[in-house]
């Protein structure tokens, strides 16, 4: 039973790009959860998803940033006109609902150059 | 708005060394507190997970506990062993209007010298 899956590890643009990162959560969880760690900071919640459903979004910051899930498929997080300061390590986890524990995956490394 | 801090930000001990990370959190009307492992560029592992209704928890050489009155936790690792060097996080659960909220400490990072 594989865990949460998040591609690509590593990833690196340059600044004004567009980076995509990707999470399939846990076979039979459908809740989705991404976090953000700058450096040097804890993991700061972002974005709450079901299958098709924004549910929180209350820690996504407000301008270049976007998170999907859609019917099929992984979640997406989506951002646009990258900067240095969104070089992080993104997290992904799920859960099988909202109460429920959340399940960690290896994260995605942005780096921003 | 809750507030996890944890203390100390690093530490380094001898292997056999017993040692005690701690966490403490600004609200005490948390759910859960759950503290995790996270590697050099890896993802997080859990280790322990202790509910409000619980005071501690037990996995192996690691024991947490939990003092929801005080706003604090602690995790107790015996007979520490160089593969127990690693990032240690506490994240305080609590309940939102749909789904459980973590507030994570910046961690512990813990190196065990042979």
């Known amino acids: 039973n594989a865990g949460v899956m998040q591609n690509p590890r590593h990833l690196v643009r340059r600044r004004g790009q567009e980076a995509r990162l990707r999470c399939s959560p846990m076979k039979g969880h459908s809740h989705v959860y991404w976090y953000r760690q700058l450096p040097e900071e804890g993991l700061k919640f972002m974005v709450y998803?079901?299958?098709?459903?924004?549910?929180?979004e209350s820690g996504m910051p407000k301008e270049r940033f976007s998170a999907e899930f859609p019917k099929e498929g992984p979640s997406i997080l989506r951002i646009q006109q990258v900067v240095r300061g969104d070089s992080a390590a993104y997290f992904c986890?799920?859960?099988?609902?909202?109460?429920?524990?959340?399940?960690f995956g290896p994260g995605t490394r942005l780096t921003v150059l | 708005k809750q507030e996890v801090t944890q203390i100390p930000a690093a530490l380094s001990v001898p292997e056999g060394e017993n040692l005690v990370l701690n966490c403490s959190f600004t609200d005490s009307a948390i759910y859960n507190l759950q503290w995790f492992r996270q590697d050099p560029g890896k993802g997080l592992t859990s280790l322990l997970l202790i509910q409000s209704s619980q005071r501690e928890q037990t996995s192996g050489r690691l024991n947490a506990s939990l003092d929801k009155s005080s706003g604090r936790s602690t995790l107790y690792i015996a007979a520490s062993q160089p593969g127990d060097s690693a990032t240690y996080l506490c994240a305080a659960i609590s309940r939102g209007g749909s789904n459980y909220k973590l507030t994570f400490g910046k961690g512990t990072l813990l190196t065990v010298n042979p």
């Open positions: 986890a799920s859960s099988t609902d909202g109460y429920n524990e959340q399940f």
């Open positions: 998803l079901q299958k098709e459903n924004i549910i929180d």
